[in-house]
Protein backbone atom coordinates (compact mmCIF):
# COMPACT_ATOMS: atom_id res chain seq x y z
CA UNK A 1 0.00 0.00 0.00
CA UNK A 2 1.42 3.71 -0.94
CA UNK A 3 -0.30 6.86 -0.04
CA UNK A 4 -0.14 9.71 -2.18
CA UNK A 5 -0.35 13.31 -0.85
CA UNK A 6 -0.77 15.80 -3.06
CA UNK A 7 -2.14 19.83 -2.88
CA UNK A 8 0.41 22.01 -1.29
CA UNK A 9 1.90 25.03 -2.45
CA UNK A 10 2.47 28.75 -1.72
CA UNK A 11 -0.82 30.54 -0.46
CA UNK A 12 -1.03 33.97 0.46
CA UNK A 13 -2.87 34.32 4.27
CA UNK A 14 -6.65 33.84 3.92
CA UNK A 15 -6.60 31.56 0.97
CA UNK A 16 -7.70 28.33 0.67
CA UNK A 17 -5.83 24.46 -0.34
CA UNK A 18 -7.12 21.00 -0.88
CA UNK A 19 -4.89 18.65 0.35
CA UNK A 20 -5.38 14.92 -1.30
CA UNK A 21 -4.36 11.40 -0.56
CA UNK A 22 -4.68 8.51 -2.36
CA UNK A 23 -4.58 5.13 -1.11
CA UNK A 24 -3.12 3.40 -3.84
CA UNK A 25 -3.35 -0.61 -4.14
CA UNK A 26 -5.56 -0.78 -1.01
CA UNK A 27 -8.57 -3.22 -0.95
CA UNK A 28 -12.25 -1.02 -0.53
CA UNK A 29 -12.91 -3.24 2.62
CA UNK A 30 -9.84 -1.96 4.02
CA UNK A 31 -9.64 1.38 3.48
CA UNK A 32 -13.67 1.55 4.28
CA UNK A 33 -12.88 -0.02 7.75
CA UNK A 34 -9.51 2.55 8.33
CA UNK A 35 -8.97 5.59 10.54
CA UNK A 36 -7.87 8.48 8.42
CA UNK A 37 -5.88 11.14 9.53
CA UNK A 38 -4.22 14.26 8.65
CA UNK A 39 -0.47 15.40 10.79
CA UNK A 40 1.52 18.06 10.14
CA UNK A 41 4.71 19.15 11.30
CA UNK A 42 7.14 21.74 11.45
CA UNK A 43 11.08 21.74 11.03
CA UNK A 44 11.90 20.57 14.47
CA UNK A 45 8.77 20.03 15.72
CA UNK A 46 7.03 16.77 16.32
CA UNK A 47 4.20 15.26 14.31
CA UNK A 48 1.10 16.62 15.63
CA UNK A 49 -2.24 15.71 14.45
CA UNK A 50 -4.41 17.71 12.02
CA UNK A 51 -8.22 15.87 11.59
CA UNK A 52 -8.89 12.14 12.02
CA UNK A 53 -11.78 10.69 10.47
CA UNK A 54 -13.02 6.96 11.52
CA UNK A 55 -14.48 4.23 9.59
CA UNK A 56 -18.12 5.61 10.70
CA UNK A 57 -17.27 9.23 9.26
CA UNK A 58 -16.73 10.76 12.97
CA UNK A 59 -14.35 13.81 12.43
CA UNK A 60 -12.13 15.62 15.16
CA UNK A 61 -10.51 18.61 14.47
CA UNK A 62 -7.48 20.60 15.80
CA UNK A 63 -8.51 23.45 17.80
CA UNK A 64 -6.21 25.37 15.68
CA UNK A 65 -8.13 24.25 12.93
CA UNK A 66 -11.58 23.72 14.28
CA UNK A 67 -14.04 25.86 11.66
CA UNK A 68 -11.04 26.32 8.90
CA UNK A 69 -9.60 22.84 7.79
CA UNK A 70 -12.67 19.98 6.88
CA UNK A 71 -11.59 16.62 6.70
CA UNK A 72 -13.59 14.16 4.25
CA UNK A 73 -13.66 10.87 2.36
CA UNK A 74 -14.77 8.79 -0.59
CA UNK A 75 -14.10 5.25 0.46
CA UNK A 76 -14.89 4.33 -3.29
CA UNK A 77 -12.10 6.52 -4.35
CA UNK A 78 -9.57 5.18 -1.82
CA UNK A 79 -9.61 9.46 -1.55
CA UNK A 80 -9.06 11.28 1.80
CA UNK A 81 -8.85 15.35 1.46
CA UNK A 82 -8.05 18.26 3.64
CA UNK A 83 -10.17 21.55 2.44
CA UNK A 84 -8.42 24.15 4.10
CA UNK A 85 -9.92 27.89 4.06
CA UNK A 86 -8.87 31.17 6.13
CA UNK A 87 -5.41 29.78 6.07
CA UNK A 88 -2.61 31.62 8.53
CA UNK A 89 0.95 32.24 8.40
CA UNK A 90 1.35 29.39 11.42
CA UNK A 91 -0.47 26.95 9.00
CA UNK A 92 2.53 26.52 7.17
CA UNK A 93 3.59 22.93 7.77
CA UNK A 94 4.48 19.56 5.98
CA UNK A 95 1.39 17.72 6.02
CA UNK A 96 1.21 13.95 6.00
CA UNK A 97 -1.63 11.64 5.35
CA UNK A 98 -2.11 8.52 7.39
CA UNK A 99 -4.52 5.39 7.19
CA UNK A 100 -5.02 2.79 10.77
CA UNK A 101 -6.44 -0.48 10.07
CA UNK A 102 -5.58 -2.76 12.97
CA UNK A 103 -1.78 -3.05 13.53
CA UNK A 104 -1.73 -1.39 9.53
CA UNK A 105 -0.50 1.63 9.44
CA UNK A 106 0.65 3.71 6.60
CA UNK A 107 2.29 7.26 6.16
CA UNK A 108 1.87 9.21 2.81
CA UNK A 109 5.32 10.70 1.96
CA UNK A 110 4.17 14.80 3.25
CA UNK A 111 2.61 17.63 1.05
CA UNK A 112 4.23 21.40 2.04
CA UNK A 113 2.04 23.95 2.65
CA UNK A 114 3.13 27.47 2.88
CA UNK A 115 1.14 30.63 3.81
CA UNK A 116 2.73 33.69 3.34
CA UNK A 117 1.85 36.93 5.53
Known amino acids: VQLQAFGGGLVQAGGSLRLSCKAA???????????LAWYRQGSGEQRDSVAT???????NYADSVQGRFTMSRDNAKRMMYLQMTRLKPEDTDVYYC?????????WGQGTLVTVSS
Open 53 to 59: VDPRGNI
Open 25 to 35: RMILSTFSGST
Open 98 to 106: RVTFGAQDY
